[in-house]
């Protein structure tokens, strides 16, 4: 990797790949000054823009590893940007603003017509990127996340909720090209990535970023590995997190233990117990919420510690939630609101927020004195100490922007992205300094730039529950898939979707096709969703019982593979569910594909993402001979075959050649 002066500009070249250039012609840096409104209800944000200057900088100056940038020759320097070799194959542009009101800075980066791209983060709706732009800001994803249905029309009139494609929990301004590309905007900023154009991305930032990083290699899977190493790895996941599927109860104890213990006697293989309202509940219009104070409810769970110890001995585990936030009227809240741990509003009171129907007090993690409390009080002594080995870390996307002044005095519009990583760590440092780092699994939705470091599990967030193209089972499969090139190795949804709102229920149906594919993920959890009373739940049904325990047999079976995926993806950063092309560069078929994966290098899974279906059409890539899982055909690759679907036998193949044949053979026969 080199900085090459041009004529009358320079390029960041590797070998032949040329990454960026910069002329006076084509310029390729931008900056400018604007003006930004944002409003946030419910952690849904309408974000507007009014950009008052934006300037060329045509002119450049090399000096040594500098590159001064300016208007013209005649005009002061605004940027100067210092180039940094990382490695032979990377490196690092370093940037300086010269004038202390830019706030809006472009980049533009060398593209091809006929490239791919991919990553930003956990998106949705679509995981080649070309041909479409990508805010990139933490939030709610949004219901339906598609403007033309019914239900995201609802959810936009009513709540402000309705979603677009690009929204997501967890973005980050980090793309791989087909190219043998990386490029990370190093900033917390509000950003836009645009990949409309033909022979440019342009990336857009609401601020000055520290630097842009560039990463190339001759494999993808080796510019995964750089970027695992950038970002951070996850450990190992817990050793009893092989015995099966975690079950998401809740009602109360002797509803929540009653119906694991059924489930268990059923043949179900159950390795935790997440009972979310283990704090207690409030009713909503939306549903059964949580009651956000973080302390077990002993009248909710009246023997609890007891329980927690004689599951413990059955080696089932016991799970729980909190958020990095606290209602107003629960015991923690004025006890955190005395020792000044929340974040404040422009009259030095706590900064609330509203959560539907409730509101909560911020606590603000760029406060040592807040992390500690939160990790001793809560984590540890309210959680831990009570042997409680897990929980699900919601939230951290609903950082207000406006008036909120946090602890450490930076714009709260730059906190906003950094935050989910904040809550991240704060749950990882209480895990390591009781030393359970690998034992406990937490396992959260929102995310960005480093939360890879601290979050050893993520989770998809709230899925309809439903088959829908842009919030149903198949957004799972594309959010595993973006998120896992850049170091996300672990990933899992709720099994049948949370959200049912306007009339749409779970069925029987959505709930077991995605048991068939949670089998073949790192981690199995299912959900009773928002409003368990009106869905479709696992035990109201015997045949479902029975495939719900067979898919766990499946999965514990496979504990020898998946944990060989697990020491790989220490080693290596490689995520578990992988995009089918990261085998596959030479076969250019598979680069669009984002409703079948790799799991591993040897399993190819096609999940069945629609209602009524009895057979389905998948893509086997070239190179190589698959061998279908349930009837042993063995199949040519390069072609798309139809195959037999039915529940219980999602469409899955295996490499005639692997070195697990044996394990996989032997799946056919599990009943």
Known sequence: MELRQLDNGFELIQNELVVLVHSYDNPAFF???GNEKIEIYRGNFSI??????????????????????????????LLCLHFEKLTERDAKLTIDSQHSQLNRFWVRVNAKENDKVWGCGEQMSYFNLRGRHFPLWTSEPGVGRDKTTEITFLSDKYNKAGGDYYHTNYPQPTFISSQHYACHVNSTAYSDFDFRHSNYHELHTWEIPESIEFYTDTTFLNIVEKLSLRFGRQPKLPEWIYNGVILGLKGGEENSFS???????????????WSEDWA??????????????????????????????????????????????????GELYPIAKELGLFALNKKGEVALVDFGEFNCGVLDFTNEKTRSWVKSEIIQKNMLDLGISGWMADFGEYLPTEDLYLHNGVDAKLMHNAWPSLWASVNAEAVAERGLTGEIMFFMRSG?????????MLWAGDQCVDFSRHDGLNTVICGALSSGLLGNAYHHSDIGGYTSLFGNRRTKEVFERWVDMAAFTPMMRTHEGNRPDENFQFDQDVNTIEHLARMTRIY????????????????????????????????????DIQDQYMYGNDLLVAPVHKKDVTEWTVYLPAGETWVHLWNAQEIQGGQSITVPA??????????????????FEEIKNIS
């Open 280 to 329: 207690g509940i409030r009713q909503t219009s939306f549903g059964k919420r949580l009651f956000w104070d973080w302390k077990w409810s002993t009248k909710r769970y009246p023997n609890l510690d007891r329980k927690i110890r004689e599951l413990k001995q059955k080696n089932i585990r016991f799970l729980a939630y909190i958020s990095p936030y606290l209602c107003e009227d």
């Open 259 to 273: 119906r694991m213990e059924n489930a268990v006697n059923r043949g179900v293989k159950v390795a935790g117990l």
């Open 31 to 33: 900056v400018g000054i």
């Open 448 to 456: 960005f730039s480093g939360s890879q470091k601290y979050c050893p």
């Open 48 to 77: 507007e823009d009014a950009v008052q200057e934006r300037i060329p900088l045509r002119h450049s100056r090399i000096e040594d590893d500098a590159v001064y940038l300016s208007y013209d020759h005649n005009t002061p320097v």
């Open 646 to 663: 039915p529940i219980g036998k999602t469409p899955v193949f295996y490499r005639r050649n692997s070195q697990w044949r044996g394990l």
């Open 556 to 591: 514990c079976h496979l504990t020898p593979y998946l944990k060989s995926l697990v020491d790989e993806a220490g080693m290596k950063g490689y995520p578990v569910q992988r995009p089918l092309f990261v085998h596959f560069e030479h076969d250019f078929n598979t680069y």
